[in-house]
C-alpha cells in the first residue's frame, strides 16, 4: 500500500472515534502547551532582565556584601560600610572611578495623612540619579552632598507617589511624608519616567542613604555600592582596584574567600542567562515527563484500538495487506495523532503565552514582550511525533503480527 | 494441471496429548471454472480446510498445491500477494468496514494490489454494476440490508479478478430472501463469467447450489459427488 492510502486509512481510523482520538492526545496537547508556556515565559523573562541590565549602563558594575552565595540566599550581610566607600571613592586606590553610590533598601510604606502607599523606598546619592540615569527632578531639587552628610530629611518621590499620595494634580513639595513613622520632607518630584532598569521610577521614594540607614533601618551598612567606571573600557581595571582596595580595608589575607562580591553588567548578563537558562531548562524536564505519560497514554488506547479492530486486521491480511502494511497503518495513525496533538499544543501553549505577556505587561513590568519560542514550537512538534513513533510501535507490532484466521474468527 | 491439487491433507492444532487432529488425509482436486461445495457438519473441519485452501493457514502434513504452489514454499509478503491476486474471500459475517463507502470497501484488496490506481475506478464500478449495487455505490455499508451487504463483500473478492472465490457460509447470516439473491449473484458469476467458486455451507440446500459437493465428515472426506438436480436461486425468486 502506497503512503498516500496509508495516510488515508490512518485518518480514516481516527476520524472513526473523534472524541477518543481527541482525548488520547490530550495528554500530548498539553505536555506540548506547556513546553511553549516555559519556553516563552523564559525568553521574556530572559529578555526583561537583560533590559533591566543593560539599562544600568556598560560602564557600571554593583558592589554587594557578602559572597555570591550568600546573595542567593536573601542574606543582608553587614560587610559594606562608609570606611569603604572612603576607601573606594580615594583617586589613589580607584583612579579609574567616576562615581560611587551607596544604596540602602528600605520595606515599607509612605504615609501622608490618611493615604498609605506602598512605595519603593531607597536611600542612595542624587548624583548617582543624574549622571547614570540622567534624572533631574521635575519640580524642586535634588538633595545635595551637604545634605547626604548631615543626615538630613529629605525625599525626592516620583508622580505615581505623589498621585497616590496627594490626589491627582496634588502638589507634594515642601509636604512631610512619613516613612516607618519618621518624618521626610519632600524636595523634589521625578518626572513620569516609568522603568528604569530594576526599578520604576513613578514609584520610588529617594532619600539620602545616610538618613536611610540611619532614621529607617538603624545600622551604618549598605545593601549595596552602584559603581561608575570612568569610560566602558576602563571598568575591568575598575573592578581590580576595587576589590584589591576591600580585600584591604577588610583585612582579607590572601588565599581567603571575599565576604563581598562585584558583578559587571556583563557578569549579570552572564548569570541572568545562565539562572534563566537553568530554571527554564528544570522545567522543561519537568514537562518532558509530561509527554512520557501523554505517550503512555496514547500506547494504551493503540493498544485498545488493536484489539477491538482485530477483526478488521484479520481482514486486511486476508485480503491481502503484508505485516508492513498493518505495521504503517497503526503507525502512522500513532504518529498523526500525537503530531496533531502537538500542532494543538502548540497553538494552546501560544495562546496562552501571549495572554499571560499581556497580563505580566500589564500587572508586573510594562516592558515585558511576548516571545514567540520558534525552537519550542520546532521541538515541541518533532518530539510528540516522536512520542506517536515510539510508543506506537508496539501497539502497531501487536497488530501486524495477528494471524488472519485468529482476527477474522474474533467477535 | 488442476487449480487446487490437495493430497493426504492433514491438520492437528498444537496442545496436549500430541494436539487436536481435524483433518485426517484428504484428498481431491478441483479445476479451473468449477463451483464446488464443501459440505459438513459443524466440526467437520471444513473451516480448517478453507483455511488452508485459502492460504490463511499451514497444513501439518500431506500436500496442498495452489496454482501448482504450496504454501510453504513461500514467505509471508509473497503469501499475502497471493490472497491479494489470485484468491477472493466472503465472509459469513460479512466483514465490511461499515463507516467506509460501497465504493471504498471494494477498493480495499486493490490498495494492497499492484493494479495501477487509474484502473481501480472502472473495475469497481464493473464489479458494483455486476452485483446490481451501483444505484448504492456511495453509501456507507452500515446503512445496507444484509443481503446487500454480502453482495459489496461478492463485489470486494472480484475486484482483483482472482482466480477463486471462497465463499465461507454466505447466507448464514441472511434471511432466506437475502440468502437466494446472493446465491443468485454466486452462480451467475460462475455460469456467465466463469469464476471458479468454492462453497462452504452445513445446509444441503445452499451447497446444491453448485454442481459438486464434497462432504466432509470428521475430517475426512466422505463422498464427492455431482449435482443431479441443482438448485438455480433464479427460480426461487420465481416461486
Known amino acids: 500500500m502506497n503512503l498516500k492510502h496509508t495516510t488515508r486509512t490512518a485518518l480514516q481510523g481516527l476520524t472513526d472515534h473523534k472524541s477518543r482520538s481527541l482525548l488520547t492526545t490530550l495528554g500530548i496537547m498539553i505536555g506540548v502547551a506547556s513546553i511553549i508556556l516555559v519556553m516563552s515565559l523564559g525568553q521574556g523573562a530572559r529578555a526583561l532582565i537583560l533590559d533591566m541590565v543593560s539599562a544600568l549602563g556598560a560602564e557600571t558594575a554593583i558592589i554587594q556584601p557578602g559572597t555570591e552565595e550568600d546573595n542567593f540566599q536573601g542574606m543582608l550581610p553587614d560587610s559594606l560600610t562608609e570606611r569603604d566607600l572612603e576607601a573606594i571613592t580615594r583617586v589613589s586606590n580607584v583612579p579609574d572611578l567616576a562615581e560611587a553610590a551607596p544604596q540602602v533598601y528600605v520595606t515599607g510604606e509612605v504615609v501622608y495623612e490618611d493615604e498609605r502607599y506602598g512605595a519603593t523606598i531607597m536611600g542612595g546619592t542624587a548624583d548617582y540619579f543624574i549622571s547614570a540615569y540622567d534624572l533631574y527632578p521635575e519640580r524642586g531639587n535634588a538633595f545635595t552632598e551637604e545634605e547626604v552628610d548631615a543626615r538630613a530629611r529629605v525625599a525626592m518621590i516620583g508622580v505615581m507617589v505623589e498621585d497616590e499620595l496627594f490626589g491627582e494634580g496634588g502638589d507634594a513639595l515642601g509636604k512631610s511624608i512619613s516613612i516607618d513613622d519618621q ?10 519616567k516609568g522603568s528604569l532598569g530594576f526599578f520604576n521610577v513613578d514609584e520610588t521614594v529617594l532619600v539620602p542613604y545616610s538618613s536611610a540607614a540611619t532614621y529607617l533601618r538603624g545600622t551604618d551598612f549598605f545593601d549595596a555600592i552602584l559603581l561608575r567606571a570612568k569610560t566602558t573600557e576602563s571598568v575591568d581595571r575598575m573592578v581590580f582596584d576595587v576589590e584589591a582596595t576591600l580585600r584591604d580595608t577588610h583585612n582579607i589575607d590572601p588565599g581567603e574567600e571575599d565576604d563581598f562580591n ?65 505495521l504503517r497503518q497503526f503507525l502512522l495513525e500513532a504518529v498523526t495523532l500525537t503530531a496533531a496533538g502537538g500542532v494543538i499544543g502548540i497553538i494552546i501553549g501560544t495562546i496562552l503565552s501571549y495572554l499571560i505577556s499581556l497580563g505580566l505587561a500589564y500587572t508586573v513590568a510594562e516592558n515585558w514582550r511576548f516571545v514567540f519560542p520558534v525552537s519550542a514550537a520546532v521541538i515541541g512538534f518533532l518530539v510528540s511525533a516522536a512520542v506517536g513513533l515510539v510508543f506506537g510501535i508496539y501497539p502497531a507490532m501487536q497488530a501486524a503480527k495477528k494471524s488472519p484466521i485468529e482476527a477474522l474468527r474474533y467477535e | 494441471m488442476a487449480l487446487f491439487d490437495v493430497r493426504d491433507l492433514e491438520k492437528t492444532y498444537p496442545g496436549a496429548d500430541g494436539g487436536t487432529q481435524v483433518l485426517h488425509g484428504l484428498s481431491f482436486t478441483i479445476e479451473r471454472g468449477e463451483f464446488v461445495s464443501i459440505m459438513g457438519p459443524s466440526g467437520s473441519g471444513k473451516s480448517t480446510l478453507l483455511h488452508i485452501l485459502g492460504f490463511l493457514d499451514e497444513s501439518t502434513g500431506g500436500e496442498y498445491r495452489f496454482n501448482d504452489r504450496r504454501y510453504q514454499d513461500h514467505d509471508e509478503d509473497e503469501i499475502a500477494r497471493v490472497r491479494n491476486q489470485e484468491m477472493g474471500f466472503v465472509f459469513q459475517a460479512f466483514n465490511l468496514l461499515p463507516k467506509a463507502s460501497v465504493y471504498e470497501n471494494v477498493a480495499l484488496p486493490l490498495m494492497y494490489s499492484i493494479v495501477p490506481e487509474s484502473d481501480w475506478r472502472p473495475r469497481i464500478e464493473r464489479v458494483i454494476e455486476l452485483v446490481g449495487l451501483s444505484h448504492r455505490t456511495n453509501f456507507e455499508t452500515y446503512k445496507l440490508s444484509g443481503g446487500e451487504k454480502q453482495r459489496v463483500a461478492i463485489a470486494r473478492a472480484l475486484v482483483v479478478e482472482p482466480d477463486v472465490i471462497f465463499a465461507d457460509e454466505p447466507t448464514g447470516n441472511l434471511d432466506s430472501k437475502s440468502g437466494q439473491a446472493v446465491m443468485e449473484t454466486l452462480q451467475r458469476l460462475h455460469d456467465e463469467f466463469g469464476h471458479t467458486i468454492v462453497l462452504i455451507t452445513h445446509e444441503t440446500a445452499t451447497a446444491e447450489h453448485a454442481e459438486r459437493i464434497l462432504f466432509i465428515r470428521d475430517g475426512k472426506l466422505e463422498s464427492d459427488t455431482k449435482v443431479a438436480n441443482r438448485r438455480l436461486a433464479t427460480d426461487a425468486f420465481k416461486k
Do not use: C, H, Y
Not at chain 1, 518624618?183 to 513620569?192: D, L, N, Q, T
Not at chain 1, 503512555?296 to 493503540?302: D, F, S, T
Open chain 1, 183 to 192: 518624618k521626610f520632607r519632600v524636595i523634589g518630584v521625578f518626572p513620569k
Open chain 1, 262 to 326: 562585584v558583578q559587571t553588567q556583563a557578569g549579570l548578563v552572564e548569570q541572568v542567562t545562565l539562572i534563566v537558562g537553568i530554571l527554564t531548562a528544570f522545567l522543561t524536564a519537568v514537562v518532558a515527563i509530561s509527554l512520557v505519560v501523554g505517550g503512555i497514554g496514547i500506547m494504551n488506547i493503540m493498544l485498545v484500538s488493536v484489539t477491538e479492530r482485530t477483526k478488521e486486521i484479520g481482514l486486511r491480511k486476508a485480503l491481502g495487506a503484508t505485516r508492513g502494511d498493518i
